[in-house]
């Protein structure tokens, strides 16, 4: 009895094992079936290969429009077919992925050259494997443009003139087409005189540039971010592309003037009917040069000192510069004389006038028989204690 039940339990687990092991054939035939996928980075002329099928990278059409050209084919001819995929739309051959066949997706696109792409399939396919191109590297049609923008001066003071260059060179492998120059907006700190906006050549080869040049006016002090000046432009597909010069930062100082400081001796004192001199010096202590200088002299009371040499007049005083004349004086009447010097100069913003004044005096005549006149009264003084001397001593 025993050994009959040993052998039922047996039989039941025999059969309970052929049920599980059917169970799992069963689930490694439908395995199969089961849709998967793969991404790959392809560049130009890669290819991927699965069981008997074969997907190539022919071309990048268009980045713009987002269109891939694709060759999907199949070892014996049976399929031989080239699409141009546009992004993210699946495409099927042979049905696709869900009839046995492969379904190819663009998922993504590089540049000129490169994109990645989603393989669709049965398991029962086998595992994709890319495979690089063995075909010599061809010249990519992919230009680049370089933009610079730059001002001729470092610093700027309002009113000065500034001459803006850019310069756009095709430094990519292509021809760089419809090439515009957007120098935008204006800015609100300068006049803008001649030669904007500027204009670049439309079609620019490989390694080829022009430059542009256009003049403003500084009308108004302060700190400026210039903004990045954008060029766009196309390839030979017609992929629009653009690029910017970097922006940067100048400083607008008040206008450069000059400031002409006169300084002549402040006391001169001469004898009458004497001589002497009278030194004038005139300093430019401003920023700018001061051109057309004329200087001019007036003498109050105008009779009893005689002035030559005042008058002058000088091309111009650079900044920091200094210039020193001197004017002779001979004094006919005493007196105190008060001479004014007035300076008319071009500041660099219109016409400037400067003043200064001196003293003069001129001293009474001195007469020697004068000092004779104290020797009278010193001498009766002396004369009357010799007396007294004479008279107590006896």
Known sequence: MRRLIYLLCFAYLMFSVLLMASAY?????????????KDFTLNIGDRIDLDNYRIELIEIQSIRDGLVVIRASKVGGSLDEQRALLLDSSNNFDGGAD????????????DEQSARVRIEYQKGLGTPRKHVSDRPAVASDRPE????????????????????????????TGQAMNIKAEDIPPLPEFSYVV?????????????????????????????????????SYTDSKKNAKSNSSD?????????????????????????????SILNISIANRGTASATRIEAVGTVTPSEGLVVTGLDESFFEIAPGGEVNYSAGLSGENSGDYTIRIKVNYDGGDG????????QVVVLEREYKYQYLLLIIPIAIIIAWIYRRYRVYKY
Do not use: C, H, W
């Not at 009839?99 to 590089?110: A, K, P, Q």
């Not at 370089?146 to 309002?158: E, G, M, N, R, Y």
């Not at 400037?352 to 004044?357: F, K, M, P, Y």
């Open 25 to 37: 054939g069963k689930d490694d035939s439908d395995d199969s079936d089961e849709v998967t996928f």
């Open 99 to 110: 009839d046995g066949g492969i379904t190819v997706t663009v998922s993504d696109i590089f």
């Open 145 to 172: 443009l370089s933009v610079q923008k730059s001002f001729d001066k470092d610093q700027i003071s309002v009113g000065d003139e500034v001459k803006v260059t850019i310069t756009v060179k095709n430094i990519g």
């Open 195 to 231: 030669g904007y906006p500027p204009k670049i050549k439309e079609t620019l080869e490989s390694g080829e540039s022009d430059s542009a040049v256009y003049v403003m006016d500084a009308v108004k002090e302060g700190s400026i971010r210039v903004p990045a000046m954008t060029v």
């Open 247 to 275: 922006p940067f930062n100048i400083i607008i100082i008040p206008k450069s003037k000059a400031d002409l400081v006169i300084e002549p001796d402040r006391m001169t004192t001469i004898p009458l009917d004497g001589e």
């Open 351 to 358: 016409s400037v006038i400067r003043e200064a004044s001196a």
